[in-house]
């Protein structure tokens, strides 16, 4: 096993704790998602929706124009992927990106696979599944937070950004598509 293989196993043994003291700093709320801000492509990016329910991490065509990342970067996804009411999203393709999550005090940068999709939202990524088992990390809509080991077994607890996550959620509820499931195989007939 290598330094690295081992210094990651030995972070993910850190207890990942909600206590009542961590609801202190939480406005109450009526089932707010928990919407983060983390360092991709070398930029901010606000407005991430840690999503329990998308089996993919996913960035937006907006997003991927308003980082002005190159087309080029894009490699060619052949599965399916549908939203919310079972739409077909287009898939523009995948790409890998070094995200920072950060509190402050202790970060974390790993490389996520992002696919990037052609439909409208309201939140410029959604983090998913992949993202959450890759990272060990567990968000608590209850407490608005999500937290996760960075590779020395110190805790990272990131805060949602409450306003912003009503004010998106308001609006995506007017939005249609929203991603939930990938379905990997053939290509799409569209």
Same mark, same amino acid.
Request: hydrophobic share 35%.
């Given at each position: 096993?290598s330094?690295?293989?081992?210094r990651?196993?030995?972070?993910?043994?850190?207890?990942l704790?909600?206590? /009542?003291a %961590?609801?202190e700093?939480?406005?109450?709320h009526?089932n !707010? +998602?928990?919407?983060?801000?983390?360092v991709t492509?070398? @930029?901010?990016?606000h @407005?991430?929706?840690?999503d329990? %329910?998308s089996?993919?991490d996913?960035?937006f065509w907006?997003t991927?124009?308003?980082l002005?990342l190159?087309? !080029?970067?894009l490699r060619?996804?052949?599965g399916c992927?549908?939203?919310?009411?079972?739409?077909?999203v287009?898939v #523009? %393709?995948y790409?890998?990106?070094?995200?920072?999550?950060t !509190?402050g005090?202790a970060?974390?940068t790993e490389s996520? #696979?992002y696919?990037?999709?052609n439909? *409208?939202?309201?939140? &410029?990524?959604?983090l998913?599944r992949?993202?959450l &088992? @890759?990272l060990g990390?567990v968000p608590s809509?209850r407490?608005m937070?999500?937290?996760? +080991?960075d590779?020395? %077994? /110190?805790?990272?607890t990131?805060k949602?950004?409450?306003?912003?996550a009503?004010?998106?959620? /308001? *609006?995506s509820?007017?939005?249609?598509r929203w991603?939930?499931?990938?379905?990997?195989g053939?290509?799409?007939?569209?």
């Amino acid at each position: 096993m290598s330094v690295e293989a081992q210094r990651t196993d030995e972070a993910f043994n850190v207890d990942l704790v909600f206590t /009542k003291a %961590g609801l202190e700093d939480a406005v109450p709320h009526d089932n !707010d +998602p928990v919407v983060i801000s983390a360092v991709t492509a070398g @930029r901010k990016v606000h @407005r991430m929706l840690v999503d329990q %329910g998308s089996s993919a991490d996913v960035m937006f065509w907006t997003t991927f124009n308003k980082l002005q990342l190159s087309p !080029d970067m894009l490699r060619p996804y052949g599965g399916c992927l549908y939203g919310f009411a079972w739409d077909q999203v287009e898939v #523009r %393709g995948y790409l890998e990106l070094k995200t920072t999550f950060t !509190d402050g005090t202790a970060s974390r940068t790993e490389s996520i #696979r992002y696919l990037v999709v052609n439909a *409208s939202s309201t939140y &410029n990524m959604l983090l998913g599944r992949p993202m959450l &088992n @890759r990272l060990g990390a567990v968000p608590s809509t209850r407490h608005m937070k999500m937290k996760l +080991p960075d590779l020395t %077994g /110190k805790v990272i607890t990131i805060k949602s950004d409450q306003k912003e996550a009503k004010r998106c959620y /308001k *609006s995506s509820l007017t939005t249609r598509r929203w991603v939930s499931m990938v379905a990997s195989g053939p290509p799409c007939l569209t």
